[in-house]
């Protein structure tokens, strides 16, 4: 009988629903090695998931056995925020060098992405010289943010709730996931930047910062600059590190 040790069964990531949602289908494969049903061993993983999450998460099982485990907004709160401070304690990759083999690459899904960080750049930059947040530079390419950043609202609610503001968060998981992931070769590096950029340039035509926004909601302006530090240092680590080329300030 094969143990439960010895079965890998992949976690994938959700498609976008406005939610973070991950999903295991390792109910099927315990169920078939054990001849159990298998809505009754999903039903038993999701209760010990639940029991032992600390609230990180909701958990809940589907048919044919499926169990989708969904982020809350305060875990999504503390990932963006772990996020933003990864300058401090290294990079997103830990082999600088870890890029993909040299292959043509290109030339306008480069500048989409190169365009899009050195973007985020200047707005980080512009958000601190008129004091919307407080930045400090970790080297001549990143900022941080010298508070911690106000993600959630009263209700302990995320204050990124715009569908651009969600979907760009949703495109920033996927990408983290997948430059942390052990096996990343799969990845089409250039295809998931462009995605990237393209969740920034949405996000940016309808989720304003200045104006009515720095003037009357003064924390959501400062977390979508924290959104923007996210986005800054993700976009740099696909260009430099698994790409192998310069992530421009400016263009």
């Keep these: 009988m094969t143990s439960i040790k010895e079965i890998k069964v992949p976690l994938y990531k959700g498609g976008y629903n406005q939610k973070i949602l991950y999903i295991s289908g390792v109910a099927m494969k315990i169920s078939k090695s054990q001849n159990s049903p298998v809505m009754e061993v999903a039903g038993a993983i999701a209760g010990h998931l639940a029991q032992n999450s600390d609230s990180l998460f909701r958990v809940k099982v589907t048919p044919p056995g499926e169990i989708h485990i969904e982020l809350i907004d305060s875990t999504l709160a503390a990932w963006l925020q772990s996020l933003i401070v990864a300058t401090k304690t290294g990079p997103l990759v830990n082999n600088f060098f870890d890029h993909q083999l040299p292959t043509p690459l290109n030339s306008l899904k480069v500048f989409t992405i190169q365009y899009a960080h050195a973007r985020c750049y200047s707005l980080l930059r512009l958000g601190h010289q008129e004091g919307i947040i407080q930045l400090d530079k970790t080297d001549i390419k990143s900022f941080i943010s010298v508070e911690p950043i106000s993600w959630l609202n009263s209700d302990q609610e995320l204050r990124l709730n715009h569908p651009d503001e969600t979907f760009l968060i949703h495109q920033l998981v996927k990408v983290v996931d997948d430059l942390v ?66 992530a421009p300030l400016e263009l």
């Excluded at 998931?192 to 009515?212: D, P, T, Y």
């Excluded at 400062?222 to 800054?232: D, E, F, K, W």
Aim: contains cysteine; charged residues 20%.
């Design 181 to 246: 992931c052990a096996d990343s070769s799969s990845i089409n590096w250039e295809t998931a930047g462009v995605n990237l950029s393209q969740a920034f340039e949405k996000f940016w035509c309808n989720c304003r910062i200045w104006g009515e926004v720095k003037i009357n909601s003064p924390a959501l302006a400062q977390a979508r600059l924290g959104l923007l530090i996210a986005t800054q240092l993700v976009l740099r680590s696909v260009l430099e590190d698994k790409l192998g080329i310069i």
